[in-house]
C-alpha cells in the first residue's frame, strides 16, 4: 500500500472513531480523535493524490470539531474551528497551479467552508458575514 494511501485510510479510522465517540457521548475522546483526524488531514492536505479527497478530508475534521464544540456549548471554539477550515483552504487557493485539479478542489472547498462558516453565523448570531473575507482565486503575480 502506498503511503498517500495508508494516511487516507488513517484519517479514515481517526473520524470514524470520533464519530463513534460522538454517538455515544463520550466527548472527551471525540475531541481527540477530531484533533487526530485534523492532524493527519493536515498532513497530507498539500500534497495527495486525490486533491478533492485531500481537502474534503480537512473541511469534515473541522465540521466535526466544531460540532462537538456546540454539543459542549463552547460557540466560540465551533466557529474557531470553522474559521480555521476556511482559512486553510482559502490560503492553498494562492499557491494552487491554474487549471489543476488541485485548484478545482480548493474552490469547491473554499465555496463549501464559506457556506458553512455564513450559515454558523447567521444562526448563532455572531459576526456577520461581511467579515468573513473572500478569498483571492489567482495569486498576484505582478502590479501591472
Known amino acids: 500500500m502506498h503511503n498517500k494511501d495508508r494516511d487516507i485510510q ?3 479510522q481517526s473520524i470514524k472513531a470520533g464519530n463513534t465517540c460522538f454517538e455515544a457521548q463520550q466527548n472527551t475522546m471525540a475531541l481527540r480523535h477530531y484533533q487526530q483526524s485534523i492532524r493527519l488531514a493536515e ?4 500534497y495527495h493524490h486525490d486533491p478533492k479527497a485531500a481537502v474534503a478530508s480537512l473541511l469534515i475534521s473541522y465540521q466535526n470539531l466544531a460540532d462537538l464544540h456546540l454539543r459542549l456549548n463552547d460557540e466560540p471554539a465551533a466557529e474557531q474551528a470553522l474559521q480555521k477550515a ?3 483552504i482559502s490560503l492553498s487557493l494562492n499557491h494552487a ?3 489543476s485539479q488541485r485548484l478545482d478542489a480548493l474552490l469547491w472547498g473554499v465555496g463549501r467552508a464559506y457556506v458553512a462558516l455564513a450559515e454558523y453565523k447567521k444562526k448563532h448570531n ?8 473572500k ?5 498576484i503575480s505582478n502590479y501591472n
Open 10 to 12: 488513517l484519517w479514515q
Open 43 to 46: 498532513s497530507f492536505f498539500e
Open 86 to 88: 476556511y482559512l486553510a
Open 97 to 99: 497551479a491554474a487549471d
Open 126 to 133: 455572531t459576526q456577520g458575514i461581511a467579515n468573513i473575507p
Open 135 to 139: 478569498p483571492l482565486k489567482r495569486p
